[in-house]
Nanobody, 126 residues
Framework: QVQLVESGGRLVQAGGSLRLSCAAS????????MGWFRQAPGKEREFVAT??????????ADSVKGRFTISRDVAENTDTVYLQMNSLKPEDTAVYYC?????????????????WGQGTQVTVSS
């Protein structure tokens, strides 16, 4: 069974940093574009950052550009995608989801992604 499992979310003060991890089990996603999305209470799920299959191209939401970095580490039997988050703000508070899509190209729309993790809560206090 294919699974994506996020970890690393917690309560942090404004200005702090967190690194979220997304581990793939059941298969690797080395042939898939990957993305991070987030959903705050009462809001729709929104794009945060994406990476193409090759990792050669990344894209960020304007609200996180310059503060967040998406990366991936593909080994023989493991595949982990990271989201390094710096200079966190209270408005970054949300459940963060990792996603993979069947294809090399990364898109910003959550509807284009085929596999999702269960999410990890990030809370930034002011």
């Amino acid at each position: 069974q294919v699974q994506l499992v996020e970890s690393g979310g917690r309560l942090v003060q404004a200005g702090g940093s967190l690194r979220l991890s997304c581990a793939a089990s059941g298969r690797t996603f080395s042939n898939n574009a990957m993305g991070w999305f987030r959903q705050a209470p009462g809001k729709e799920r929104e794009f945060v950052a994406t990476m193409t299959k090759s990792g050669g191209s990344t894209n960020y939401a304007d609200s996180v550009k310059g503060r967040f970095t998406i990366s991936r580490d593909v080994a023989e039997n493991t595949d982990t995608v990271y989201l390094q988050m710096n200079s966190l703000k209270p408005e970054d508070t949300a459940v963060y989801y990792c996603a993979a899509r069947n294809g090399p190209t990364a898109f910003m729309s959550p509807q284009t992604y085929d596999y999702w993790g269960q999410g990890t809560q990030v809370t930034v206090s002011s």
